[in-house]
Nanobody, 131 residues
Framework: QLQLVESGGGLVQPGGSLRLSCAASGFTLKYYAIGWFRQAPGKEREGVACIRSSGGSTNYADSVKGRFTISRDDAKNTVYLQMNSLKLVDTAVYYC????????????????????????WGQGTQVTVSS
C-alpha cells in the first residue's frame, strides 16, 4: 500500500511555530520529490513548498518564503515543513503529495493546472492560528 500521512498540525498563537511531518509507507521516498499544499476554508488549494529528491532543490510560495522551511530525512522516509512566525492567514488544512523530480519546478508545482491534476489527496493535517 502506497501512502503519505500528514501529522503535526494543531492550534498555535500568532507568531508561534509548528513542524508538520509527511511520512511515507509502501515506497522509498528518497527517489521522489515532495510538495506541501494547503487549503483554507472557502479558498482554493495552493502550493506551499516542494523539495526534490535527496540533495535536490526547494521552492516556496512567496507568501511563506522566509518563514517556512521544507526538509527531508530519507533515513526516516519523512519530509517536514517547519512553520515559523505563523499568521492568521496560515490557517488551513495542509497536505503532502509526491511526484517525479521535474514536477518540483518554480511556477509549475503550484500552478492551477498542476494542482488540478492531483487526485490522490490524503486527509491532511489541520493548522489553526488563533489568539
Amino acid at each position: 500500500q502506497l501512502q503519505l500521512v500528514e501529522s503535526g498540525g494543531g492550534l498555535v498563537q500568532p507568531g508561534g511555530s509548528l513542524r508538520l511531518s509527511c511520512a511515507a509507507s509502501g515506497f522509498t521516498l528518497k527517489y521522489y520529490a515532495i510538495g506541501w499544499f494547503r487549503q483554507a476554508p472557502g479558498k482554493e488549494r495552493e502550493g506551499v513548498a516542494c523539495i526534490r529528491s535527496s540533495g535536490g532543490s526547494t521552492n516556496y510560495a512567496d507568501s511563506v518564503k522566509g518563514r517556512f522551511t521544507i526538509s527531508r530525512d530519507d533515513a526516516k522516509n519523512t519530509v517536514y515543513l517547519q512553520m515559523n512566525s505563523l499568521k492568521l492567514v496560515d490557517t488551513a488544512v495542509y497536505y503532502c503529495v509526491t511526484n517525479w523530480d521535474q514536477w518540483c519546478t518554480r511556477g509549475y508545482y503550484s500552478s492551477s493546472s498542476s494542482i488540478a491534476a492531483i487526485r490522490n489527496w490524503g486527509q491532511g493535517t489541520q493548522v489553526t492560528v488563533s489568539s
